[in-house]
């Protein structure tokens, strides 16, 4: 069957990580651009450079200080991602008479910070401009989905993913790809919120997340036993009352091990996150389900997700936590597929920090 290669440099800047990747896909000619199959995709690189170590000084992230970082980090990040790729740096083209092999350049256009997300979107449509070939925006959650289908391609459909990251919470179930239903969100903080918020009152510093996971393999999960919230109730997530449950237990229990508290803490929101997921996918009759976002990284998630799905008897992907936390190659395989589906993106399409997902 004669195919036809496309090449996408992706860049990613929506919040504290600086991502460029270079993604190449294969498809058949002619092949109808409605087709449901995601294309073969083959990452020829993915460079990530985190503003971790910025950012933690302050607590947190500081909008305008990850805007100044990315602006420093993001012409070494790109030419670091066409090297690995074996193709050079040249942004106007003129040093060796040619551009690069690119057939498109992408970056996430939204959600995410306004000031850090302008940054890759500015400097995608220049590259895009310079080198004579299309732009492509790109939701930064439609992003989070297909990291699903750089290691499955062939995963079953309908899939069902829990989304779980700093910023979000949801249970999204894609009928094939760019066809997507929000079945269950959060009401209040996001799951990696609330690790980071819960980090913080406890000291143990930023981002939250990564820390309570290590922390907790020196604790027991069933020391303190924490509420689930809504655990009875639907699709949806209710994070924020097992933040102050972990407040009021410290107050009342100043003695109280970290290790414990973490363990324990993280086993609350864990067993919702799974109970949730394999919920939505029995009721939904998904034929799969797969994680994604940066609180998919979590050992303890990962773990009792795999066993669950396996005990129900689901095709499951656990994702490489490479493509989990932030990165640009999620970025460039949902940019194959938009580009194929909807072709290129005007150039007057600006930055939307509150971008939401195209649904059915
Ligand atoms: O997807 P992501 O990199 O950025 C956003 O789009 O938000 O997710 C970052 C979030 C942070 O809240 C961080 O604490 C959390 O993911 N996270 C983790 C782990 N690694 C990162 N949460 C729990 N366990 C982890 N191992
Ligand atoms: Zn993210």
Same mark, same amino acid.
């Given at each position: ?58 607590? +947190? ?27 050079? %740096? ?29 940054? +890759? ?45 700093? +910023? ?26 609330? %690790? ?29 036993? %924490? ?37 324990? %803490? ?83 399409? +600006? ?10």
């Amino acid at each position: 069957m004669e195919t036809t290669t496309t090449t996408i440099l992706a860049i990613e800047t929506s919040c504290d990580e600086t991502s460029a990747a270079v993604v190449r896909a294969e498809r058949p000619v002619g092949a109808g651009t409605r087709s449901g199959a995601p294309p073969r995709i083959e990452v020829l690189s993915n460079v990530v450079s985190s503003q971790v170590a910025v950012h933690a000084e302050f607590g +947190g992230v500081v909008p305008e200080v990850a805007s100044r970082a990315h602006l420093e980090m993001l012409e070494p990040v790109v030419g670091q991602a066409l090297a690995d790729a074996g193709l050079a %740096f040249d942004p106007l083209g003129t040093g060796t008479g040619r551009r690069p092999a690119i057939d498109a350049v992408a970056a996430t256009r939204g959600p995410g910070l306004i000031g850090a997300l302008l940054v +890759g979107v500015s400097s995608a449509k220049a590259l895009a401009l310079a080198w004579d070939v299309p732009y492509v925006g790109v939701n930064h959650m439609e992003g989070h989905l297909f990291a699903t289908f750089l290691e499955r391609p062939d995963i079953g459909l309908p899939l069902v993913v829990l989304l779980v990251s700093g +910023g979000h919470t949801m249970i999204v179930k894609v009928d094939e790809p760019g066809r997507y239903r929000i079945l269950g969100s959060t009401v209040d903080d996001a799951a990696g919120e609330a %690790f980071d918020k819960v980090a913080r009152y406890l000291g143990l510093g930023y981002p939250g997340g990564p820390i309570i996971d290590a922390l907790s393999a020196e604790g027991d999960p069933a020391a303190i036993r %924490f509420p689930r919230g809504m655990l009875d109730d639907g699709l949806d997530f209710s994070f924020s009352g097992m933040k102050t449950a972990v407040i009021n237990y410290v107050r009342r229990h100043p003695d109280a091990t970290n290790p414990d508290l973490a363990a324990s %803490f993280q086993e609350a929101v864990v067993d919702v996150l799974v109970t949730k997921v394999l919920r939505a996918a029995k009721r939904h009759r998904a034929a799969a389900v797969a994680l994604g976002g940066g609180v998919a990284a979590n050992s303890r998630l990962r773990q009792r997700f795999a066993q669950a799905a396996a005990e129900a008897g689901l095709d499951h992907l656990v994702p490489s936590r490479a493509y989990c936390t932030d990165n640009a190659a999620m970025i460039a395989a949902a940019a194959h597929w938009r580009l194929a589906h909807d072709g290129a993106t005007g150039l007057d399409a +600006g930055a939307d920090p509150s971008l939401r997902l195209a649904t059915i």
